[in-house]
């Protein structure tokens, strides 16, 4: 082999080396970092790649118009890619979020830690936003300002965008900690399913209410996935040994700085006047001289028409006030409080060892949340901007009332009319975080 032969199979094999990491760096930016600097290296892979073509056409073409025009394409390609890592348009032309944005449902509207979130999934969102806002406001005006300069458009857009992050996120930790749903998920989500159907009077009712809000039944199927998910996820979490599980000195430092305590916990009203006050005081004496205070509690409890727990009831600082907190933070295991008076009424309490339980539920919490306001959001400007909140949900509402009064006259062809889409009526669009979008759940 010659040296120039040589030379040209080297370029050839780094070229293609070069292209194959590109292609697997596009695999990882969707399933392994989740970062959008996984993306701008490959940007940066296809701006080398086409900078040398540019160059080697400068060195190797005679024909000064043929190297012109060749030059002018490179260039014009490297400057594409170099303005950034462009996101999809889409094709889809099926739904109602189409008939009333113009968006394609298959757009990517924005990236979340490198993951394609599609125009769909987030106007399922804003129109769940938009809806409650309603419920809430009579006679809304999305443009009418809530606080400091915001709308309540602009508002509802932005909560959107906190759902979808949520979602995203429990996602990517699934993939990063191979969660996934149990049979029993499964089936659950099988059932949740017939009883949509069978409360829509067969599946042709069913797919009609789907079409009402204008998401495909995959995208219905994979939001009501994300509350079992997050079940799944918080199991991890506070499963001992997991990946997930937090060491023993990050519980105890959390429980310390946010004041939790334990108690099992006895209250009369302030509108009780005197009476409730002496009956508190009784109950105090009489429990702190019992053999068996948990049972006398549990018999006082219900007395008093209060729930009894076998591990009481944990309390932040934040939620109790200072009172209660500096009160029962006093209490050992077993000790007995005496009457704590407050502007509510009066309480007494039994001190319980922490319940740990109760503080990595908090914990899980709090991650998701931290976690959650982290992620890099890079939005496709362009389709993100031109939502307006307001007309969105006006021509959304007016189009399902048509279609609505369609189904109800039998004139609308549930195949052809809007293709399938996502929910059910108002009333079953269920809970954003961690809960399910559809009823029967």
């Not at 918080?234 to 959390?254: C, K, R, V, W």
């Amino acid at each position: 082999m010659s040296k120039v032969t040589k030379k040209r199979f080297l370029y050839v094999l780094g070229v293609l080396a070069l292209i194959a990491f590109a292609m697997w760096l596009r695999y990882a930016s969707r399933h392994i970092f989740h970062s959008p600097a996984v993306n701008h290296l490959r940007s940066g892979i296809y701006v080398f790649l086409f900078s040398a073509w540019c160059y080697s056409i400068w060195m190797r073409i005679v024909q000064m118009q043929v190297r012109r025009y060749l030059l002018a394409i490179s260039v014009l390609m490297v400057l594409w890619i170099a303005s950034g890592d462009r996101m999809s348009a889409g094709q889809r032309t099926d739904g109602l979020y189409y008939e009333v944005t113009g968006i394609h449902p298959d757009a990517v509207l924005m990236r979340i830690n490198g993951e394609d979130i599609s125009a769909e999934e987030y106007l399922y969102w804003l129109a769940y936003d938009c809806e409650y806002l309603t419920s809430y406001v009579p006679n809304l005006d999305f443009s009418a300002e809530v606080s400091n300069g915001m709308t309540y458009g602009s508002y509802a857009k932005a909560d959107a965008v906190e759902t979808v992050k949520l979602y995203a996120l429990l996602r990517q930790w699934a993939k990063q900690y191979n969660v996934s749903l149990t049979e029993e998920d499964e089936a659950r989500l099988q059932q949740q399913r017939q009883q949509y159907v069978t409360y829509y009077g067969g599946e042709e009712g069913y797919q009609q209410q789907l079409q009402l809000l204008g998401i495909s039944e995959d995208t219905f199927d994979s939001i009501n996935r994300m509350y079992l998910l997050y079940a799944r996820l918080h199991d991890l979490y506070t499963a001992d040994g997991s990946a997930m599980h937090p060491t023993q000195e990050a519980i105890d430092a959390f429980a310390q700085e946010k004041g939790y305590v334990t108690v099992k916990l006895l209250y009369w009203p302030a509108s009780g006047g005197e009476n409730s006050q002496a009956q508190a005081q009784d109950f105090a004496a009489r429990l702190s001289t019992a053999e068996d205070k948990d049972a006398l509690y549990a018999e006082m409890a219900q007395q008093l028409g209060i729930e009894a727990g076998d591990t009481g009831r944990t309390f932040s600082a934040e939620t109790l006030g200072d009172t209660l907190s500096a009160a029962f933070s006093a209490l050992e295991p077993g000790q007995v409080s005496d009457v704590i008076a407050t502007d509510e009424g009066w309480y007494v309490a039994i001190g319980q060892t922490l319940d740990e339980s109760s503080v990595l539920d908090e914990m899980f919490t709090e991650n998701v949340t931290q976690a959650r306001s982290e992620l890099t959001v890079e939005y496709n400007q362009g389709l993100y901007d031109k939502l307006d909140a307001g007309d969105f949900y006006s021509r959304l509402t007016a189009r399902q009332s048509e279609l609505s009064s369609q189904f109800s006259s039998g004139s609308a062809d549930p195949g052809t009319d809007s293709g399938t889409g996502s929910s059910t009526d108002s009333d079953n669009s269920g809970e954003k975080e961690g809960g399910s979008t559809g009823s029967g759940d």
